[in-house]
């Protein structure tokens, strides 16, 4: 199988197949009810890049839905979490923990952080499922 370019349509569409194909995602996630963009912005050193807009609808231990927005204005999700690429490339490839990142600024969260430390089992679940997908980097 070839690489999956991150962060891409095709990348957030395989995540969400790692998740649905996961027992512990579902187990970890089941409580949670929330739907998220994941926005990757540009690294200061790479301004012409855009900042890339990966939405995820999760329910109740399961990925409804997945796929990149060409508009932001076209969801209204309950979560936003955002950073840089080089930090999500951290996350991705499990190198920074996101709640570390969120704790020391390194990522930022719109939403209900009380909602998220509730359900911390299920970011490291998802986290794990990212390391599964082989992915490639641009830099």
């Given at each position: 199988?070839?690489?999956?370019?991150?962060?891409?349509?095709?990348?957030?569409?395989?995540?969400?197949v790692?998740?649905?194909?996961?027992e512990a995602?579902?187990?970890a996630?089941?409580?949670?009810?929330?739907?998220?963009?994941?926005v990757?912005d540009?690294?200061?050193?790479?301004?012409q890049?855009?900042s890339?807009?990966?939405?995820?609808d999760?329910?109740?231990?399961?990925?409804?839905?997945?796929?990149?927005?060409?508009?932001?204005?076209?969801?209204?999700?309950a979560?936003?979490?955002?950073?840089?690429?080089?930090?999500w490339k951290r996350?991705?490839?499990?190198?920074?923990?996101?709640?570390q990142g969120?704790m020391?600024?390194?990522?930022k969260l719109?939403?209900?952080?009380v909602?998220?430390?509730?359900?911390v089992?299920?970011?490291?679940?998802?986290?794990?499922?990212?390391?599964?997908?082989?992915?490639?980097?641009?830099?």
């Amino acid at each position: 199988m070839s690489k999956i370019m991150f962060p891409s349509d095709a990348w957030v569409k395989q995540l969400e197949v790692e998740l649905n194909r996961s027992e512990a995602y579902a187990e970890a996630g089941k409580n949670w009810e929330g739907d998220f963009y994941f926005v990757i912005d540009p690294d200061k050193d790479n301004p012409q890049q855009e900042s890339t807009y990966l939405y995820m609808d999760l329910w109740h231990g399961k990925c409804r839905a997945a796929y990149a927005v060409h508009d932001k204005s076209e969801k209204n999700p309950a979560f936003v979490m955002s950073g840089t690429y080089s930090k999500w490339k951290r996350v991705v490839t499990a190198q920074l923990d996101p709640l570390q990142g969120l704790m020391t600024g390194q990522l930022k969260l719109k939403g209900n952080m009380v909602m998220v430390m509730k359900n911390v089992k299920a970011a490291q679940e998802m986290v794990k499922a990212c390391t599964r997908i082989d992915a490639e980097f641009s830099a």
